[in-house]
């Protein structure tokens, strides 16, 4: 069912974003036409068509919600892309921007001119614009904090006191507290006069005259329980309280252990500050999972698809020209066997699937490593057994395919020498897979650097001047 779901909220998506490519499409061509016929009152003619499509346009964008507008600005090149953006009404800026991508959200941010910024955060919450603050120009930064009520103001100066990457960081001030005096249908009363409630509210805080947190009372409760009981008598203790300084880590490992829709964010005084959602969590392991899947390729930052060819070289070069460097290194390692090739020409042939599985089966094991360092599932005192494991795991796959690999060698060129060097190799390369695959994440960790970052560039450098070497050496000792 949910695989029904994402297939057809993708086929909606797909959907809507070919649908303003129509229009864009179906607006140059009309203005192309009429820009080549000579007839009077031409200015007037071209600009109705003009206006025609842009209603068009905006009245589709209009309907769509601010998370869909943000995946079509992705999906465009800059000048349709700006060209979209002017489009969306004005008060629909803030969110859509909190919606896109960092590097697409830059983008559109260097497009707008002070006075629209300062409007489109205007529109945003304390903690929403905590999140736009770093993206956004210093005046006009200013001018938004200086617009905000007292309380919204220090609001946003405590979310952006906490580092990147902490609950504090993320959490959410919106929130509904009551009092443990106050009976359930006084409660219920105030639930009806509000407007709507904070997004996913599933449970309201019980708090004293100083803040301080005694516990929750769920909505299930408050709509099965008698009206005339007080909170304090069914409301429930918290069982999770997350504190400003814990990490986003711990605290999306938390909802998922517990499956919770929301907590509270206490301080070291058991007061209320505010709380974390699911959703929060949610786009905090997507943007978490995005980039490390970015880092093992060796991409330093997320990167617009459309962006300037200058920007997408810096974001790649780096790893790029270690890369080089050990490519070099694995061809010096081939070079230094010239000799033995040359005496035996299938090296040339079996070398590279010695080398290929030895990097598939390291990235096998620093993708497995990496997302058990992040989930916290790896503690210091473990490294060695998880080694032990690893190199079990190798051995094993090296005498499977080793022997296998060995038996097609004898099968391809009849040297039963040649076969039992394969096999052989194959094992030594799949063990130096796995100690590469275990050592590399541990390095980094050890010295304070994110695992995730170019590991699987390192790890495939490390097996494929190892497996040459291991292979070629081997035969160079027992058949040449």
């Known amino acids: 069912m949910a ?9 909606d998506l797909q959907g809507n974003l070919h649908e303003v490519q129509e229009l864009l499409r179906r607006q140059k061509v009309v203005e192309t036409l009429v820009g080549r016929q000579e007839m009077a009152k031409h200015a007037l003619v071209e600009q109705l ?32 892309r700006l060209a979209v953006w002017d489009l969306v009404k004005a008060d629909r800026d803030g969110e859509i921007l909190l919606e896109v991508s960092d590097a697409v959200r830059e983008s559109l941010i260097a ?11 205007g529109t945003l919450e304390a903690d929403q614009l905590a999140d736009l603050a770093p993206d956004l120009p210093a005046d006009v930064l200013e001018a938004v ?26 959490m959410d001030f919106e929130m509904i507290t009551v009092r443990e005096d106050v009976t359930l249908e006084a409660v219920t009363g105030e ?47 918290e069982r999770v309280e997350l504190h400003p300084e814990d990490g986003a880590e711990d605290a999306a490992s938390a909802f998922e252990r517990y499956n919770l829709v ?14 974390l959602t699911v959703s929060t969590v949610v786009d905090y392991i997507r943007q978490k999972s995005a980039q490390a899947q970015l880092a093992e390729g060796g991409l330093r930052e997320e990167e617009d698809i459309f962006a300037p060819v200058l920007n997408s070289f810096k974001n790649r070069w780096s790893w790029l020209a270690i890369n080089l460097v050990t490519a070099f290194i694995a061809s010096r390692v081939i070079g230094a066997f010239e000799g033995s ?35 916290g599932q790896i503690q210091a005192a473990y490294w060695a057994k998880l080694l032990a494991k690893e190199l079990g795991v190798a051995l094993l796959n090296g005498v499977v395919w080793g022997t296998l690999l060995g038996v097609i060698a004898y099968a391809l060129y009849k040297n039963v020498a040649l076969g039992g060097v394969m096999a052989l190799a194959m094992i030594l390369t799949l063990v130096l897979a796995a100690l590469m695959g275990v050592a590399i994440p541990w390095l980094r960790a050890r010295f304070g650097k994110d695992p995730a970052v170019g590991s699987s560039v390192l790890v495939t450098a ?8 291991i292979f070629l050496g081997l035969a160079t000792l027992i058949l040449v």
């Not at 695989?3 to 086929?11: D, G």
């Not at 490390?462 to 497996?467: A, L, N």
């Open 3 to 11: 695989e029904a779901l994402t297939r057809l909220e993708t086929e």
């Open 49 to 80: 068509v003009h206006k025609q499509h842009l209603t068009e346009l905006r009245t589709k964008l209009d309907k769509l919600h601010a998370a869909d507008i943000a995946y079509i600005l992705e999906a465009l090149p800059l000048e349709e």
């Open 111 to 121: 497009a707008m001119d002070p006075r629209e910024l300062v409007a489109a955060a």
């Open 145 to 170: 904090v200086q617009a905000l009520p007292l309380e919204e103001r220090e609001r946003m100066r405590a979310a952006l006191s906490y580092a990147e990457g902490t609950v504090g960081a993320l």
């Open 191 to 237: 639930l009806r006069r509000m407007e709507s409630l904070p997004d996913h509210t599933d449970q309201l805080f019980v708090v004293d005259r100083a803040q301080g947190l005694l516990g929750t009372l769920p909505l299930s409760r408050l709509i099965v329980s008698d009206l005339a009981l007080e909170v304090g008598r069914v409301m429930v203790p």
């Open 262 to 275: 929301s907590a509270p964010v206490v301080d070291v005084r058991n007061r209320l500050l505010g709380r």
């Open 341 to 375: 090739i040359e005496r035996l020409v299938a090296l040339a042939a079996l070398m590279p699937i010695v080398a290929g599985i030895g990097g598939n089966s390291g990235n096998q094991t620093i993708t497995m490593i990496v997302r058990a360092l992040a989930l």
């Open 462 to 469: 490390c097996t494929d001047s190892g497996g040459f070497f």
